[in-house]
Protein backbone atom coordinates (compact mmCIF):
# COMPACT_ATOMS: atom_id res chain seq x y z
CA UNK A 1 0.00 0.00 0.00
CA UNK A 2 1.46 3.46 -1.34
CA UNK A 3 1.62 5.87 2.03
CA UNK A 4 2.14 9.36 2.30
CA UNK A 5 2.41 10.47 5.77
CA UNK A 6 2.38 13.87 7.67
CA UNK A 7 4.29 13.94 10.76
CA UNK A 8 1.08 15.86 13.19
CA UNK A 9 -2.58 15.44 12.27
CA UNK A 10 -3.28 18.64 14.52
CA UNK A 11 -0.95 21.17 15.73
CA UNK A 12 -1.14 24.15 17.71
CA UNK A 13 1.50 27.20 17.75
CA UNK A 14 1.74 30.57 19.05
CA UNK A 15 2.34 33.79 17.06
CA UNK A 16 5.89 33.79 15.85
CA UNK A 17 7.07 30.46 16.30
CA UNK A 18 9.09 28.31 13.68
CA UNK A 19 6.73 25.37 12.68
CA UNK A 20 8.20 22.60 10.57
CA UNK A 21 5.77 20.15 8.96
CA UNK A 22 7.16 16.97 7.91
CA UNK A 23 6.19 14.48 5.21
CA UNK A 24 7.66 11.02 4.44
CA UNK A 25 6.46 9.18 1.52
CA UNK A 26 7.32 5.23 0.69
CA UNK A 27 7.51 5.18 -2.64
CA UNK A 28 10.54 6.54 -4.44
CA UNK A 29 8.90 9.30 -5.91
CA UNK A 30 10.69 12.67 -7.27
CA UNK A 31 7.70 15.08 -7.01
CA UNK A 32 6.50 16.04 -3.96
CA UNK A 33 4.15 19.07 -3.05
CA UNK A 34 2.66 20.91 -0.45
CA UNK A 35 -0.40 22.41 -0.25
CA UNK A 36 -3.01 24.94 2.07
CA UNK A 37 -7.00 24.16 1.76
CA UNK A 38 -9.23 26.72 2.87
CA UNK A 39 -12.40 27.20 2.91
CA UNK A 40 -13.51 29.32 -0.14
CA UNK A 41 -10.53 29.32 -1.83
CA UNK A 42 -9.76 25.22 -2.68
CA UNK A 43 -5.92 23.99 -2.85
CA UNK A 44 -3.28 25.95 -3.03
CA UNK A 45 0.41 25.07 -4.20
CA UNK A 46 3.23 26.43 -1.66
CA UNK A 47 6.03 24.85 -2.87
CA UNK A 48 7.18 21.65 -4.67
CA UNK A 49 10.44 19.76 -5.58
CA UNK A 50 11.23 17.42 -8.17
CA UNK A 51 14.63 15.73 -6.67
CA UNK A 52 16.74 16.10 -3.52
CA UNK A 53 18.01 19.77 -2.84
CA UNK A 54 15.72 20.89 -5.48
CA UNK A 55 12.75 23.50 -5.24
CA UNK A 56 10.35 25.39 -6.86
CA UNK A 57 7.61 28.12 -5.49
CA UNK A 58 3.60 27.61 -5.76
CA UNK A 59 1.23 30.24 -5.72
CA UNK A 60 1.52 30.83 -2.45
CA UNK A 61 5.24 30.64 -1.13
CA UNK A 62 5.09 33.86 1.08
CA UNK A 63 5.86 33.18 4.74
CA UNK A 64 6.94 29.57 4.03
CA UNK A 65 10.02 27.87 3.05
CA UNK A 66 11.09 24.31 2.26
CA UNK A 67 13.79 21.39 2.73
CA UNK A 68 14.52 18.56 0.88
CA UNK A 69 17.49 17.00 2.33
CA UNK A 70 16.62 13.09 1.40
CA UNK A 71 14.31 11.76 -1.35
CA UNK A 72 11.63 10.29 0.60
CA UNK A 73 11.28 13.51 2.67
CA UNK A 74 10.09 17.47 2.28
CA UNK A 75 9.67 19.53 5.22
CA UNK A 76 7.49 22.92 4.95
CA UNK A 77 8.68 25.42 7.52
CA UNK A 78 6.69 28.74 8.49
CA UNK A 79 9.50 31.33 9.78
CA UNK A 80 7.43 33.08 12.12
CA UNK A 81 3.99 31.84 12.44
CA UNK A 82 1.16 33.91 11.81
CA UNK A 83 -2.89 33.28 12.38
CA UNK A 84 -3.16 33.95 8.69
CA UNK A 85 -1.37 30.92 9.12
CA UNK A 86 -3.70 28.45 10.26
CA UNK A 87 -5.43 26.00 7.37
CA UNK A 88 -5.58 22.39 6.63
CA UNK A 89 -1.81 21.74 5.00
CA UNK A 90 -1.86 18.58 2.54
CA UNK A 91 1.43 17.10 1.43
CA UNK A 92 1.31 15.02 -1.77
CA UNK A 93 4.09 12.72 -3.94
CA UNK A 94 4.08 11.30 -7.57
CA UNK A 95 6.89 10.19 -10.02
CA UNK A 96 8.31 12.10 -12.40
CA UNK A 97 6.46 11.23 -15.39
CA UNK A 98 3.66 13.76 -15.38
CA UNK A 99 1.21 11.26 -16.05
CA UNK A 100 1.47 9.33 -12.95
CA UNK A 101 -0.62 9.41 -10.43
CA UNK A 102 -0.47 11.68 -7.14
CA UNK A 103 -0.85 10.45 -3.73
CA UNK A 104 -1.38 12.65 -0.72
CA UNK A 105 -1.10 12.64 3.32
CA UNK A 106 -3.86 12.62 5.91
CA UNK A 107 -3.32 16.37 6.23
CA UNK A 108 -1.75 18.30 9.05
CA UNK A 109 -4.65 20.96 10.61
CA UNK A 110 -2.33 23.58 11.86
CA UNK A 111 -3.52 26.42 14.61
CA UNK A 112 -1.73 29.70 15.21
CA UNK A 113 -2.92 31.73 17.80
CA UNK B 1 -3.96 30.90 -17.17
CA UNK B 2 -4.59 27.46 -16.23
CA UNK B 3 -7.99 27.01 -14.44
CA UNK B 4 -10.11 23.93 -13.16
CA UNK B 5 -13.71 24.32 -12.32
CA UNK B 6 -16.37 22.39 -10.73
CA UNK B 7 -20.36 23.12 -10.45
CA UNK B 8 -21.83 22.84 -8.57
CA UNK B 9 -20.60 23.19 -5.37
CA UNK B 10 -23.25 21.25 -3.32
CA UNK B 11 -25.08 18.20 -4.68
CA UNK B 12 -27.90 16.10 -2.36
CA UNK B 13 -29.38 13.30 -3.69
CA UNK B 14 -31.61 10.21 -3.06
CA UNK B 15 -30.20 7.08 -2.13
CA UNK B 16 -29.74 4.33 -5.30
CA UNK B 17 -30.00 7.42 -7.96
CA UNK B 18 -27.20 7.72 -10.11
CA UNK B 19 -25.23 11.07 -10.51
CA UNK B 20 -22.77 12.78 -12.79
CA UNK B 21 -19.95 15.35 -11.40
CA UNK B 22 -18.35 17.69 -13.71
CA UNK B 23 -15.05 19.47 -14.21
CA UNK B 24 -14.21 21.87 -16.93
CA UNK B 25 -10.79 23.19 -17.30
CA UNK B 26 -9.63 25.78 -19.94
CA UNK B 27 -6.23 24.44 -21.48
CA UNK B 28 -6.55 21.65 -23.61
CA UNK B 29 -3.20 20.76 -22.93
CA UNK B 30 -3.80 18.56 -20.52
CA UNK B 31 -1.43 15.55 -19.61
CA UNK B 32 -3.75 13.95 -17.12
CA UNK B 33 -7.11 14.71 -15.02
CA UNK B 34 -7.04 12.88 -11.35
CA UNK B 35 -10.26 12.60 -9.28
CA UNK B 36 -9.94 12.57 -5.74
CA UNK B 37 -12.45 11.69 -2.74
CA UNK B 38 -11.92 13.96 0.47
CA UNK B 39 -13.89 13.05 4.18
CA UNK B 40 -14.15 16.08 6.39
CA UNK B 41 -10.80 16.86 8.01
CA UNK B 42 -9.00 14.83 6.32
CA UNK B 43 -6.59 14.01 3.19
CA UNK B 44 -7.23 13.41 -0.43
CA UNK B 45 -8.21 9.84 -1.45
CA UNK B 46 -7.37 8.81 -5.25
CA UNK B 47 -10.02 7.54 -6.93
CA UNK B 48 -9.32 7.68 -10.71
CA UNK B 49 -6.72 8.75 -13.39
CA UNK B 50 -7.35 9.39 -16.68
CA UNK B 51 -4.32 10.06 -19.05
CA UNK B 52 -4.94 12.62 -22.46
CA UNK B 53 -4.63 9.69 -24.25
CA UNK B 54 -7.70 7.83 -23.23
CA UNK B 55 -11.48 8.41 -22.80
CA UNK B 56 -12.16 6.93 -19.80
CA UNK B 57 -11.44 4.91 -16.55
CA UNK B 58 -13.64 2.60 -14.48
CA UNK B 59 -13.46 1.33 -10.68
CA UNK B 60 -16.34 -0.38 -9.51
CA UNK B 61 -19.46 2.09 -9.28
CA UNK B 62 -17.37 5.01 -10.34
CA UNK B 63 -16.66 6.06 -14.11
CA UNK B 64 -14.44 8.83 -15.25
CA UNK B 65 -14.14 10.35 -18.70
CA UNK B 66 -11.72 12.91 -20.15
CA UNK B 67 -12.59 15.21 -23.59
CA UNK B 68 -10.03 17.45 -24.46
CA UNK B 69 -11.66 19.07 -27.12
CA UNK B 70 -14.47 20.38 -25.30
CA UNK B 71 -12.33 20.89 -21.91
CA UNK B 72 -14.52 18.45 -19.70
CA UNK B 73 -14.05 15.28 -17.49
CA UNK B 74 -16.95 14.16 -15.44
CA UNK B 75 -17.29 11.43 -12.49
CA UNK B 76 -19.51 8.98 -13.15
CA UNK B 77 -20.94 7.49 -9.64
CA UNK B 78 -23.81 4.54 -10.49
CA UNK B 79 -26.39 3.20 -8.04
CA UNK B 80 -25.06 6.11 -4.86
CA UNK B 81 -25.01 5.00 -1.43
CA UNK B 82 -25.09 7.81 2.05
CA UNK B 83 -21.39 5.88 1.98
CA UNK B 84 -20.21 8.37 -0.84
CA UNK B 85 -21.17 11.61 0.88
CA UNK B 86 -18.23 13.30 0.55
CA UNK B 87 -16.17 16.53 -1.29
CA UNK B 88 -15.03 15.02 -4.61
CA UNK B 89 -12.19 17.14 -6.33
CA UNK B 90 -11.23 17.32 -9.68
CA UNK B 91 -7.43 18.23 -10.62
CA UNK B 92 -5.15 18.46 -14.01
CA UNK B 93 -1.50 18.16 -14.52
CA UNK B 94 -1.00 20.24 -17.81
CA UNK B 95 2.16 20.04 -20.85
CA UNK B 96 3.29 23.49 -20.05
CA UNK B 97 3.86 22.15 -15.72
CA UNK B 98 5.63 20.06 -13.86
CA UNK B 99 3.35 17.64 -12.38
CA UNK B 100 2.18 20.04 -10.23
CA UNK B 101 -1.95 19.78 -10.02
CA UNK B 102 -4.44 22.13 -10.49
CA UNK B 103 -7.50 21.84 -8.35
CA UNK B 104 -11.32 22.82 -9.17
CA UNK B 105 -12.92 23.94 -5.71
CA UNK B 106 -14.92 20.65 -5.26
CA UNK B 107 -18.48 19.05 -5.40
CA UNK B 108 -20.10 18.40 -1.77
CA UNK B 109 -22.15 14.97 -2.15
CA UNK B 110 -24.44 14.45 0.07
CA UNK B 111 -26.82 11.13 -0.59
CA UNK B 112 -29.94 10.90 1.77
CA UNK B 113 -30.63 7.29 3.02
Known amino acids: DVKVTQSSRYLVKRTGEKVFLECVQDMDHENMFWYRQDPGLGLRLIYFSYDVKMKEKGDIPEGYSVSREKKERFSLILESASTNQTSMYLCASSALNRGTEAFFGQGTRLTVV | KQEVTQIPAALSVPEGENLVLNCSFT??????LQWFRQDPGKGLTSLLL?????REQTSGRLNASLDKSSGRSTLYIAASQPGDSATYLC????????????FGQGTTLQVKP
Open chain 2, 91 to 102: AGTFSSNTGKLI
Open chain 2, 50 to 54: IQSSQ
Open chain 2, 27 to 32: DSAIYN
